[in-house]
């Protein structure tokens, strides 16, 4: 594998489930990211992690609910969602949360909750 | 507010039919541009990073050019395969942005080139 990974690519849950988005970087980076991408909005950003630290929650709700266990894996927990909540979650990685910050994304999951 | 517009929305062009895409911003002060290629279905994959006015870059037929309110991708004698929804965005020099990575995203330009 190479670059950045998302699984699962689809998704599609009920309000009540309770599922987890997985994302691994094989690109020895030290910075990942979770963004959302909702059709005619701008990418936004969710939760930015640097060194398995959370450095950014960008007033997302609660319901999602992000874990970093080592610099090469992120992952997004996700519960009692709202059909608003339906997009594509897009995963990306730098070599640092700061100063060179090219972002390298992976594929994106689609999710729909129902 | 950090703010990142880029136009026209949608640009429909012959292929051959060389153009340009507008990312307009407004930022405190800018730490890095960068210009995104987006296939329908896929995630966003990086072309380039501008960090100063005047400063330029190439790859293929795509140059990225910078100045202090904007930034342009032009497209030289585009082909079908360049056809993509094009992201703009930018990293602002605040504190919070500079320590976290934060990228502000415009809305895209979908780009149709026709054979």
């Known amino acids: 594998e190479t670059g950045v990974t998302q699984t699962p690519r689809h998704l599609v849950m009920g309000m009540t489930n309770k599922k987890s988005l997985k994302c691994e970087q094989h690109l020895g980076h030290n910075a990942m990211y979770w963004y959302k991408q909702s059709a005619k909005k701008p990418l936004e950003l969710m939760f930015v992690y640097s060194l398995e630290e959370r450095v950014e929650n960008n007033s997302v709700p609660s319901r999602f609910s992000p874990e970093c266990p080592n610099s090469s894996h992120l992952f997004l927990h996700l519960h009692t969602l709202q059909p608003e909540d339906s997009a594509l979650y897009l995963c990306?990685?730098?070599?640092?949360?700061?100063?060179?910050?090219?972002?390298?994304f992976g594929p994106g999951t689609r999710l729909t909750v129902t | 507010e950090d703010q990142v517009t880029q136009s026209p929305e949608a640009l429909r062009l012959q292929e051959g039919e060389s153009s340009s895409l507008n990312c307009s911003y407004t930022?405190?002060?800018?730490?890095?541009l960068f210009w995104y290629r987006q296939d329908p279905g896929k995630g966003p994959e990086f072309l380039f990073t501008l960090y100063s006015a005047g400063e330029e870059k190439e790859k293929e037929r795509l140059k990225a050019t910078l100045t202090k309110k904007e930034s342009f991708l032009h497209i030289t004698a585009p082909k079908p395969e360049d056809s993509a929804t094009y992201l703009c965005a930018v990293q602002a020099l605040s504190v919070g942005s500079s320590n976290t990575g934060k990228l502000i995203f415009g809305q895209g330009t979908t780009l149709q080139v026709k054979p």
């Open positions: 930022v405190s002060g800018l730490r890095g």
């Open positions: 990306a990685s730098s070599q640092e949360a700061g100063r060179r910050n090219e972002q390298y």
